[in-house]
Each structure stands twice: as C-alpha cells, then as structure tokens.
C-alpha cells in the first residue's frame, strides 16, 4: 500500500508542562486546536519528555501536567473526539526518535535558534537532549504520520526541520520503502498551521519580546489561572505609546506594543485587527484598555473555573490521559514497526 498522494489530513500538536500556561499558548495555540478539532482527526499531546530537557522538579511535574491537560480541557478539547495524552505514555515517540538522531545532521540542529535562546551562555552545560529536542518533536508528529501541526509562530524552524527529516528518511530509505510497497515516500511532509491575529503574542511589559513562561516578571504575561484582579492589574500596567489607536493596520507597523494589544484583542474576540481597529480606531489607550481587560475576563474566567474544577479530581485526568495514551499507541505502534522493517530492525 502505497501512501496516497494527498494523505488524509491528521492533526497533531503539544505543549509542555513547565510552569502556566499563558495567553500565548492559549490564543496562539489551543483556540487553533479547538477550531480544528471540529472537522480534523485530532491528537494532542502533554509533551513532559520534552518538559525534562531543563530541570523539572518530579512532583511539580506530575502536577504541571495535570493542570495542562486541565487546561486543555477547559479550553474545549474533547477527550472523547480527539486522542489526548501525556508523550512518556506512549514509548514509540522516544524510539522514532532514536532513529531520526540518526537520519538528522549536526549542522540542522546547530541553525536551531531556541537551543541557543535556551541554552544561553553555558552551551556546555545543557542538556544534550535540550540540543535533540527537535527530532523528538518530529517524532512526536510523523509517529503519527500526522499532516497539519496548528502551533504558535515561534515553532516554525522546528516544523521545517521535522519537514527535512521526513524528507531525507524517504530519501535514505527510498529503495526499502519501494520494496516495502511506498514508492512515493513513508512520512508526510507536516504542514505548520500558524494562522489568526495572535501567532505571536508579545510580553506586556516590552512588545519586542514574546510572551513567556521563563520571563522573570510575571507582569509580562497574562496566566490563564490569573484571576480578574490579576488580569486587570497586568492590562492596565501594560506598556503602551502616546499616541491614539490608529485607524488602520498599517499604523500599527512601527508601534509593537499597540499592535500587540490590538492582536490579543481581536484573537480573544475572534475577529481581525481591522475590526477590532475599524472600532477602536482614534480611541485613547486608557479606554481600549478597560474593553480589553472586560473581553479578557470574560473570556479567561470560565476556562479558569473549569481548570479548577478539573483539578479537583486529579484521578480522573490520569484515566482520561492513561486513555488516550491507549488509544495514540493503537496509530504510533504499527507505524514504528513499519519504519523498524524499513531500517533494516529485527523484530519477533
Ligand atoms: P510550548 O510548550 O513552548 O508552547 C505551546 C504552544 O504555544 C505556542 N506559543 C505561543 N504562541 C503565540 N505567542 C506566544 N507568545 C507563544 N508562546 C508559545 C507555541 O508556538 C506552541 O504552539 N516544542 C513545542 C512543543 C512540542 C510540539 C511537538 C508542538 C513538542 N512536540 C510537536 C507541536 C508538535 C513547545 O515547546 O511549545
């Protein structure tokens, strides 16, 4: 059997269980993923095997992904519809990912930008697995031979690299694969889905700088477990120019912190820059803030109530993610045993 030419689309992404979650992934992320959960087949992942390529207390850990899959939750994934699960359930991710350490080159993941970003001056004292993060995440897509990879801006060089990598293992092994019956190649060429006004939210105190959770103020970021107060606080204290919201898009060019405020808005509200400034155009900041801090709670509360809510039987996320882990090791092992008999594996 042959792959078809298009494959039928398949959805794959993930998140790491490291401290909050923030309106970045939230907006950038996971409303994608609620979007698409609607028409795609869908399978989201808890990544805590990428979460300990930096230090990760053990019981902060365990509770960190419980409150992401919460957090998934109560932002509208369906466990029943769409495959939900914590990546150190489902062992096939770490074993495709040995073998894409061998298809991947040293100089690909030397370009990596986040490696240097994260590892900063001490290179030397990183982890090595910080340095192969991203052959793991490939594994985590193409385990799946997932198609479309909804994820935030910041994740595009290490989509392009889970690209090369399936497309240098079809290369590699082109003639096993032929012979295996894949004349046109094993993986997919995954596709980075990075649409909406909010692919790159910005820090709330320096709109040159991404919202994260690793910014040592906590001012920068909204968190979606933040209560009104907070939300309201972090709003008003948010950098911003003198200068009046301008009346179109383009206005927005040279002034990151408006344009920034303005992307979170029409992302909460599920509309487009134009419309948020078609109405807020000449408006002062004082004013756009109070409708900002109003749209952000409202939004934000609920999924906060239901986070808590979800937290309060830390059993029932374990079945749900133990579940789901079942059902993603259904798809990845039958997938992996194929690429073992393409490597040239033995298996009983
Ligand atoms: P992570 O955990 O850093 O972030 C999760 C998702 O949130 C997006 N994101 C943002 N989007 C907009 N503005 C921001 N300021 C912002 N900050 C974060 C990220 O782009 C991401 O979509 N390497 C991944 C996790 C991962 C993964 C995967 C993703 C592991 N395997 C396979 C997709 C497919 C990461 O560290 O995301």
Request: charged residues 25%; glycine residues 6%; proline residues 5%.
């Amino acid at each position: 059997m042959s792959l078809p030419a298009k494959a039928a689309p398949r959805v794959f992404s993930g998140m790491q269980p490291t401290g909050n979650l923030h309106l970045g992934n939230y907006l950038g992320a996971m409303v994608r993923w609620v979007e698409m959960q609607a028409s795609h087949e869908c399978i989201f992942c808890v990544v805590d095997m990428h979460a300990i390529t930096v230090w990760q207390d053990p019981e902060d850990l365990r509770s960190q992904t419980r409150a992401v899959t919460a957090a998934y939750i109560a932002s509208g994934i369906d466990p029943k519809r769409t495959i939900l699960f914590n990546q150190s359930q489902v062992h096939e991710h770490a074993e495709l990912a040995w073998i894409f350490n061998c298809v991947a080159r040293l100089g690909w993941l030397n370009r990596m930008t986040q490696f240097k970003e994260k590892a900063g001056k001490d290179r030397e004292n990183a982890s090595v697995g910080l340095y192969a993060y991203p052959n793991l995440m490939a594994a985590d897509i193409l385990v799946y031979r997932a198609t479309h990879v909804p994820v935030g801006d910041d994740q595009k060089q290490h989509l392009e690299l889970a690209r090369d990598i399936a497309q240098k293992f079809n290369n590699d092994y082109a003639k096993a694969l032929g012979a295996a019956g894949f004349p046109d190649g094993f993986f997919p060429l995954p596709e980075p889905v990075i649409m909406g006004p909010a692919t790159r939210v910005m820090s709330l105190r320096d709109g040159t700088k991404k919202m994260s959770k690793s910014d040592a103020s906590d001012l920068s970021r909204i968190n979606m477990t933040d209560d009104a107060d907070a939300i309201a606080k972090k709003i008003q204290k948010a950098k911003t120019d003198p200068e009046p919201l301008p009346s179109e898009v383009a206005g927005l060019e040279t002034r990151p912190e408006a344009d920034n405020l303005v992307g979170i808005y029409a992302a909460l509200e599920g509309s487009t820059k134009e419309a948020v400034l078609r109405q807020h155009g000449g408006a002062q900041f004082s004013g756009f803030k109070k409708a900002l801090v109003e749209l952000a709670v409202s939004r934000i509360a609920p999924v906060n109530a239901e986070m808590s809510r979800l937290l309060g039987d830390p059993a029932e996320i374990d079945r749900i993610l133990a579940d789901g882990s079942k059902r993603a090791r259904a798809i990845a092992a039958p997938i992996l045993d194929q690429v073992k008999d393409v490597v040239g594996f033995l298996r009983g």
